[in-house]
């Protein structure tokens, strides 16, 4: 009996710190504060080119929720700061909300977080009591309808929640928010949902150039002789965003929540910025979020918590020009909004990809985008004709998909390649039938039973339009 009891405490304790021990993702931030970002289709189609699978948005706009359908990323949707108030009032309201900008996208726009607010406790400190019911009520929305273990309830703070951060063990929320953060933490250890922390190590550096290495804060992991020791724990400090999440660490252990997991719902560093403003610029920019994808893709953990592992999301997917503040406020992002890379830190391409028939795409539009692919498009179309072995399903959508992906391999993998008036869409997963095989590393898909001779395939695209009207 004594040995099941051990067992039983055991998996307990596995079920507890699942959550915590998890290999952790790297998703990006993207904001709308712009009046010249490609169209949230485009946006889509940009991401799939990248190793990019998780988005953090603001909030629940429609159409990008719409775009980001039938894609596999995973989005964390925001709750705005004006909206916390009314969901703080009812389990009602708040499930309202879940139906409207969740349940109605699903199952094609999958999400795992809920992201109430953002910095409310030292940007909106007048929401401060609205917080925790607000979220308190979407959680039981989501036990309500069944879906708490698809998505967690966090909410992002800046580290001015922190009235002491050095050296990280001294770590401490401000006392005057300590029954709110007992509350939160409460309810974060409850739910098994993360604490989440906007953590920037350019802006300590940027504060205070002569005592912040500049190394120490593009996280260059320096080696334990020029590392900062923490005169407490005696532990090593090679880079300082590790620094700032122990110290989150450490206030919430001072608390008694030392089983709560962290992640990163904001981190970046600006690639431009005003003459005074020290540290911006592009190779310094490149060299952090580099940096940050090996941290992340490493689940090393920080020095208070080696082998941890935690989300983290780059700040931010574009320059957003109408941020207020400083030039580098606006120089945040991966990309250019022409969509082009503003520096490379190895985010794109990821390799296997392939372009598809969009699922719900109106039959005229797909006709029109099948017969340019297989006509002025240049895509081998010979497989998907009768008797040959892509040729079955013998649907518009499957002829159409083998098409574009044709087209998409021959020209170079790019997303504006998937396009096709916004009836294709990228994919991560392998369309190919057993003996119609798609390839990326190749111009198009293979067939392993027939070779088929080259004056079919100038025909082609005259015998599949006559194909689609008969």
Not at 287 to 302: D, F, M, P, Q, R
Request: with cysteine.
């Amino acid at each position: 009996m004594d040995k099941l009891l051990s067992i039983f405490f055991f998996l307990m304790i596995l079920v507890k710190y699942s959550y915590y021990t998890r290999a952790g993702n790297l998703g990006v931030n993207y904001g709308l504060l712009a009046n010249n970002l490609p169209a949230p289709t485009q946006v889509a189609q940009l991401l799939l080119t990248t190793s990019l699978r998780y988005v953090k948005l603001y909030s629940a706009d429609q159409a990008t929720l719409q775009a980001l359908a039938n894609t596999s990323i995973k989005v964390a949707v925001g709750v705005t700061n004006d909206e916390i108030s009314l969901l703080a009032g009812s389990v009602t309201s708040a499930q309202a909300w879940v139906q409207t900008n969740i349940v109605a996208y699903m199952p094609a726009t999958q999400f795992n977080y809920i992201i109430v607010g953002d910095e409310v406790l030292t940007v909106s400190p007048e929401l401060t009591a609205f917080l925790v019911p607000a979220m308190s009520n979407l959680y039981t929305a989501l036990v309500n309808l069944e879906l708490d273990s698809e998505l967690k309830v966090s909410t992002p703070h800046n580290l001015d929640l922190l009235g002491k951060s050095f050296p990280p063990s001294v770590g401490a929320f401000i006392s005057s928010l300590s029954t709110t953060m007992q509350a939160l933490l409460a309810f974060l250890s409850r739910t098994n949902s993360p604490f989440m922390v906007n953590a920037y190590p350019y802006f300590a550096y940027s504060a205070n150039p002569v005592n912040v290495s500049l190394d120490y804060a593009l996280l260059q992991q320096q080696p334990n002789a020029a590392a900062v020791t923490d005169i407490n724990t005696g532990l090593h400090y090679t880079n300082l965003l590790d620094a700032q999440l122990d110290a989150v660490y450490s206030a919430m252990e001072r608390l008694g929540y030392g089983d709560i997991s962290l992640a990163v719902s904001e981190t970046g560093w600006p690639s431009n910025g005003d003459p005074d403003e020290v540290g911006c610029g592009i190779t310094n920019a490149a060299t952090y979020n580099g940096n940050l994808i090996k941290l992340v893709s490493s689940n090393a953990g920080t020095p208070l918590r080696p082998g941890s592992s935690f989300d983290v999301f780059i700040f931010a997917l574009f320059n957003e020009d109408m941020k207020p503040g400083p030039s580098s406020e606006r120089n945040f992002g991966l990309f250019n909004v022409d969509e082009t890379p503003v520096y490379n830190v190895g985010l794109q391409p990821i390799g296997k990809t392939w372009c598809v028939a969009k699922p719900g795409a109106a039959m005229q539009d797909l006709t029109n985008a099948l017969n340019y692919a297989c006509g002025e498009g240049g895509a081998n179309c010979v497989p998907i004709q009768p008797g040959n072995p892509c040729y079955q399903p013998n649907t518009l959508n499957s002829h159409a998909s083998y098409a574009f992906n044709s087209y998409y391999q021959l020209n170079g993998r790019n997303y504006w390649n998937c396009y096709f008036g916004n009836t294709g869409v990228i994919t991560i997963t392998d369309p190919s039938k057993s003996s119609c095989s798609c390839s990326p590393s190749t111009s198009s898909c293979s067939s392993s039973i027939l070779t088929v001779t080259l004056w079919v395939a100038v025909n082609c695209s005259v015998f599949m339009v006559h194909m689609l009207l008969h």
